[in-house]
C-alpha cells in the first residue's frame, strides 16, 4: 500500500489530485490523509486526519510514503524504516507562506530512502523508485534511533528527554 500524507494544518491539492489521477495506473492500493483541501479524490480512499493510533496501523502495511516535505513525517518514516516520497509545497503556488520545503528538500535530496519529486511530471519515476527500495538491509543503530527519537520528541511535543 502507498500512503500518502499532508498533514493536519493545511491541505495540498496539487499533490493529491496528482496521486488521485495515478492511481489506477499505479501497482497496489493508495490511502490518502488529505487534510483540509478542497478536491474530492475519486480513485483514492481517504481520510481528513487519522488518529496517531490508526496511522501507526496503515504504516505497517505500507510500502511507500507520499507526503509534503515535513520533517516530522520524513522522521516517522525513518522511525518505522519506511521509504518516503518527498513532494515539497510551493509558496509561489499558494500552498505555504515561504519554501522551507524546498530547503528541506534540498538537503534530504540523494538520502537513504528518501526520493523527491519538485514537479507533478516527476511523480511517476519518483513512485518506481520509491517502490523499489528495499529498506529490509538497514541496521540497527540504537545510538542513531535514540537520537532520532530524542529530535522527533523535542519537535512533536517540545520535550527533549523523549
Known sequence: ?????????????????????????????????????????????TAVNIAPVEFDKLLERTTLIIAHAGI??????????KPILLFPRRAALGEHRNDHQLATVKELCGRSRIVVAMDVEDLPSAIGQGLTLDISETPDL??????????????VRGDLLG
Do not use: C, W
Open 1 to 45: 500500500m502507498i500512503l500518502v500524507t499532508v498533514g493536519m494544518q493545511l491541505g495540498f491539492d496539487r499533490l493529491i489530485q496528482a496521486i488521485d489521477d495515478l492511481a489506477p495506473t499505479l501497482p497496489t492500493q493508495v490511502f490518502a490523509q488529505i487534510g483540509k483541501g478542497t478536491y474530492k479524490p475519486r480513485n483514492i480512499e
Open 72 to 81: 516530522g513525517t520524513v522522521l516517522t518514516a525513518q522511525r518505522h524504516r
Open 142 to 155: 540504537p545510538q542513531r534511533d535514540k537520537l532520532r527519537s530524542a529530535i522527533e520528541s523535542f519537535i
